[in-house]
């Protein structure tokens, strides 16, 4: 005869919690959640048959997968990386025209500038840390590449 104890339960509670956590799936919380029930039931009645045990435990599961099936759209991932990919381009896109200083060496045509407290990735001619960069544009592939040129020094006379 097969024996679930209430510790075989926890385990499986905590198993499927970091699986929750890791892939961010509901169906793996509600497992979880499932399997702290009927550890929870098995820890206060330590008799609790098995196959009640195994009901209860199915009950709990198929029924939140299917609830969260009809509540929850499985595209949001897909509504979320638009969302940063939007802020992205708009992020480098409102720098264009502004002018920054290199905090990381530009040599083979990468680098890296602060850009009002941000590090930025950003490709273009050698330049040295300390330098002053004018932002020209935004790479069409990674959004989140600037292209700059040396920014002409600024005339103290003028």
Not at 23 to 47: E, I, K, N, Q
Not at 126 to 140: E, I, P, S, Y
């Amino acid at each position: 005869m097969i024996v679930i104890e209430q510790w075989h339960w926890w385990v499986l509670t905590l198993g499927f919690i970091v699986i929750c956590f890791y892939y961010h799936d509901l169906r793996a919380l509600w497992v979880s959640l499932a399997s702290a029930v009927v550890g929870g039931m098995l820890w206060s009645d330590p008799a609790y048959p098995l196959r009640d045990q195994l009901l209860l435990f199915g009950v709990i599961t198929l029924g939140g997968i299917v609830a969260t099936s009809f509540f929850v759209s499985d595209d949001g991932n897909e509504e979320d990386e638009e969302a940063q990919e939007v802020v992205e381009k708009s992020q480098g896109e409102r720098l264009v025209g502004q002018e920054f200083t290199v905090t990381a060496v530009v040599s083979n045509g990468s680098g890296k500038i602060d850009a009002n407290g941000n590090t930025m990735k950003v490709r273009g001619a050698k330049m040295a840390v300390g330098d002053r960069v004018r932002v020209t544009g935004v790479d069409g592939i990674d959004r989140g590449l600037l292209l700059v040129e040396l920014a002409e020094p600024q005339d103290p006379e003028a």
